[in-house]
Each structure stands twice: as structure tokens, then as C-alpha cells.
């Protein structure tokens, strides 16, 4: 009987049942490890704080990197710099593109930097290439 999807709470595949609440913790709910931790610092966020800091000004090299990664986080990427033709029509998205992938080729840009480069050059050469159709509907339109 504890195997009956009816009364275990969970579907035939093993997942939980939708609007099942036995399926765990409701959306946004904390876990209890961290609700645990929540109540053991309970009222010292200050203190730790201090404490951190004059650990890292007395030379403490963990203490410190946890003091600027809090005030200073680490870069999740950087700007990259090279030179690109201006982009106003798609031809002019392919010669940027290829602009591109010979400053990959150069070592100016990494191939990841690139990549991320070209998810911005497709998404602009589509907003080109639309509106483009949209002019060139408009321009039937008021031919007819």
C-alpha cells in the first residue's frame, strides 16, 4: 500500500504528484540546515562582522579575501576590446562576425569572450534583418 501513488503522494514515475504536499518544501521556503545556521547567528551578524575584518587587518590573508569578495566580488566577466565595421544591414553583421573570428584567430579575443560576442551579433543582425521586412512591408503597402 505505501507504493500506491494515492496515497504516497507521488506519480507511477517516481516524481511527486502536481500540487502534491508531500513533495517537500513549499517555493521559497529555506532548508533546515539553513534555517539552523539562521538561528545560531541569530543577533551576531555584527560581531562576526567586526570580528572578520580585524582578522584581515591584523594580516589574516582568509579573513581579508573574505572581506573583499564581500565589498569587491569577483568579476564574472571583463569588457573586451577590438574593432568592429558599424552593423546596419545583415551583409554588414557577416563582416562583423568575420572581424570576429580573426581576432579569435589573432588571440585578441577568447573563444568564449567571442562566442558570447556572437549571441550579440545574431541577436542584432535579426533585429536588423526585422526591421528591414518591416520597411519593405510598409513600402508595399503604400504602393498598393
Not at 513549499?26 to 534555517?35: D, E, M
Not at 558599424?86 to 562576425?97: G, R, V, Y
Not at 562566442?115 to 526591421?131: Q, S
Amino acid at each position: 500500500m505505501a507504493d500506491d501513488p494515492k496515497t504516497n503522494g507521488r506519480k507511477t514515475d517516481g516524481t511527486f504528484a502536481e500540487g502534491n504536499s508531500l513533495g517537500g518544501r513549499k517555493p521559497g521556503a529555506r532548508n533546515k540546515a539553513t534555517l539552523a545556521v539562521e538561528a545560531l547567528l541569530e543577533g551576531e551578524h555584527e560581531q562576526l562582522t567586526r570580528a572578520a575584518i580585524s582578522k584581515a587587518l591584523e594580516g589574516d590573508t582568509a579573513a581579508l579575501r573574505l572581506c573583499l569578495d564581500r565589498i569587491a566580488p569577483p568579476r564574472k566577466d571583463s569588457p573586451v576590446t577590438f574593432d568592429l565595421p558599424p552593423i546596419s544591414t545583415a551583409e554588414d553583421a557577416l563582416k562583423a562576425s568575420a572581424a570576429l573570428l580573426k581576432a579569435v584567430a589573432a588571440g585578441e579575443v577568447t573563444p568564449d569572450e567571442a562566442g558570447r560576442v556572437m549571441a550579440l551579433l545574431t541577436a542584432h543582425k535579426a533585429l536588423v534583418e526585422a526591421g528591414d521586412l518591416e520597411m519593405r512591408i510598409a513600402a508595399l503597402e503604400n504602393k498598393q
